[in-house]
């Protein structure tokens, strides 16, 4: 695909050299000038959709003071291109899963995301959304067909199987009857998603393309498991009763969920279940 960079620029009053960046992800192709960043949307399933998600909220994300790139331009007319494109603040610097960080500095910078979800779960109270562009965050209540497709990859035998499902069962109560508030949620944020300096000083909190109202703890689930108390340190104790009683069951339970997807698609990816009983363990 080819993309008239030059003229979706233009259009929007944008010029100068730009280069093409590396994709983060799949629902955009990305290109940047020294001020700006273009993302148009692909033919991923998810593409179009998630441009207009982030249409509408990462201009409320930033109006709450949420360390995040403005928007300067979405354009959804097609008369250039057969897809929606969106032009953005450029923000220099390395996102968290390439910058290389040691694990002091990547603690620093997860407690300042930690810091950035207190600030969008407690101030964003309204984001208009008159298309209903958001997304609807939430949990799968029964992952016994995912465990069926686990093992019909071959991915694990019965014994281990049984091992996962046990382990659901402990989580599912904490799941299901769980109370929280509904906040405004990121709702895919992990180590590509967040922009830091070399250093390790946060920048900003990027592709806002899953995001919706919904139970906080979500926003927790892309945090690595060795990060999370950074990450809850900087949240704040006093934030924490928002996510309700043990969110790190709801966490886990969707961590697990994403880990038997990932199985399936990659036989002999391992699911790291010691690791995740461990977490809970220690919590």
Same mark, same amino acid.
């Given at each position: 695909?080819?993309?008239?960079?030059?003229?979706?620029?233009?259009?929007?009053?944008?010029?100068?050299?730009?280069?093409?960046?590396?994709?983060?992800?799949?629902?955009?192709?990305?290109?940047?000038?020294?001020?700006?960043?273009?993302?148009?949307?692909?033919?991923?399933?998810?593409?179009?959709?998630?441009?207009?998600?982030?249409?509408?909220?990462?201009?409320?994300?930033?109006?709450?003071?949420?360390?995040?790139?403005r928007l300067l331009a979405f354009d959804d007319s097609r008369t250039l291109i057969d897809g929606p494109f969106? #032009? $953005?603040?450029?923000?220099?610097?390395?996102?968290?899963?390439?910058?290389?960080?040691?694990?002091?500095?990547?603690?620093?910078?997860?407690?300042?995301?930690?810091?950035?979800?207190?600030?969008?779960? /407690?101030?964003?109270?309204?984001?208009?959304?008159?298309?209903?562009?958001?997304?609807?965050?939430?949990?799968?209540?029964?992952?016994?067909?995912? #465990?069926?497709?686990?093992?019909?990859?071959?991915?694990?035998?019965?014994?281990?199987?049984?091992? #996962?499902?046990?382990?659901?069962?402990?989580?599912?109560?904490?799941?299901? /009857?769980?109370e929280h508030e509904r906040c405004f949620l990121h709702n895919d944020l992990h180590d590509m998603n967040v922009?830091?300096?070399?250093?390790?000083?946060?920048?900003?909190? #990027?592709?806002?393309?899953?995001?919706? $109202?919904?139970?906080?703890?979500?926003?927790?689930?892309?945090?690595?498991?060795?990060?999370?108390?950074?990450?809850?340190?900087?949240?704040?104790?006093?934030?924490?009763?928002?996510?309700?009683?043990?969110?790190?069951?709801?966490?886990? $339970?969707?961590?697990?969920?994403?880990?038997?997807?990932?199985?399936?698609?990659?036989?002999?990816?391992?699911?790291?279940?010691?690791?995740?009983?461990?977490?809970?363990?220690?919590?």
């Open positions: 695909m080819v993309d008239p960079v030059d003229a979706l620029l233009a259009v929007h009053g944008f010029s100068g050299a730009w280069t093409t960046l590396a994709q983060t992800g799949l629902a955009n192709r990305v290109y940047a000038t020294a001020d700006v960043v273009l993302r148009v949307a692909t033919d991923h399933p998810e593409g179009v959709s998630d441009a207009r998600t982030e249409s509408v909220a990462a201009p409320a994300a930033r109006e709450a003071g949420i360390r995040t790139p969106s #032009i $953005w603040e450029r923000i220099h610097g390395e996102t968290l899963g390439s910058a290389g960080l040691d694990a002091s500095q990547r603690t620093t910078v997860w407690c300042e995301v930690g810091q950035e979800l207190a600030k969008l779960h /407690s101030r964003v109270r309204v984001c208009p959304d008159p298309h209903g562009y958001l997304d609807s965050p939430g949990y799968e209540p029964n992952l016994e067909p995912t #465990i069926a497709r686990f093992i019909d990859a071959g991915a694990a035998n019965q014994k281990s199987a049984r091992e #996962i499902s046990r382990f659901l069962d402990e989580l599912a109560p904490h799941v299901s /009857s769980a922009m830091c300096t070399q250093t390790g000083s946060l920048l900003a909190v #990027i592709d806002w393309g899953d995001a919706g $109202w919904g139970d906080p703890a979500l926003d927790f689930v892309g945090v690595p498991l060795d990060m999370m108390s950074a990450a809850f340190a900087g949240y704040g104790f006093t934030n924490r009763a928002r996510l309700g009683v043990f969110p790190d069951a709801r966490i886990v $339970w969707t961590k697990l969920h994403e880990a038997l997807d990932a199985a399936i698609s990659q036989p002999g990816r391992p699911v790291p279940l010691t690791s995740f009983r461990r977490f809970l363990d220690n919590r």
